[in-house]
Nanobody
Framework: VQLQASGGGLVQAGDSLRLSCVAS??????????MGWFRQAPGKEREFVAT????????YVADSVKGRFTISRDNAKNTVYLQMNSLEPDDAAVYYC????????????????????WGQGTLVTVSS
């Protein structure tokens, strides 16, 4: 399973970015599993950002980004998105997409340990 994240970049505070993550793999059925976004800033632990269930009908975002970030998915395109609005300097980090693959894979999860597959990350830098 490969997860390819893209869309990061350098923006100013208050700007928006949309991250994308395309999933592929011969034995991987994207439309059956929940997906998540996490981030990691230098010197900090990996932090949960958002998750979406297999159908896209349920989402959950961290309190720190609630009202500013939205997660969505397009199962026909094997892609999950993270729309980030009103970006703040504290949002600067490497953002990782992740896919569940075992256990209750349909359902949302906020712990990194619940995810089996990880993308390579895309860097978001926010200047003040």
């Amino acid at each position: 399973v490969q997860l390819q994240a893209s869309g990061g970049g350098l923006v100013q505070a208050g700007d928006s970015l949309r991250l994308s993550c395309v999933a592929s793999g011969r034995t991987f059925t994207f439309g059956y599993v929940a997906m998540g976004w996490f981030r990691q800033a230098p010197g900090k632990e990996r932090e949960f950002v958002a998750t979406i269930d297999w159908s896209g009908g349920a989402t959950y975002v961290a309190d720190s980004v609630k009202g500013r970030f939205t997660i969505s998915r397009d199962n026909a395109k094997n892609t999950v998105y993270l729309q980030m609005n009103s970006l703040e300097p504290d949002d600067a980090a490497v953002y990782y997409c992740a896919a569940r693959g075992t256990g209750r894979a349909h359902y949302m999860a906020s712990s990194p340990g619940d995810y089996d597959y990880w993308g390579q990350g895309t860097l978001v830098t926010v200047s003040s």
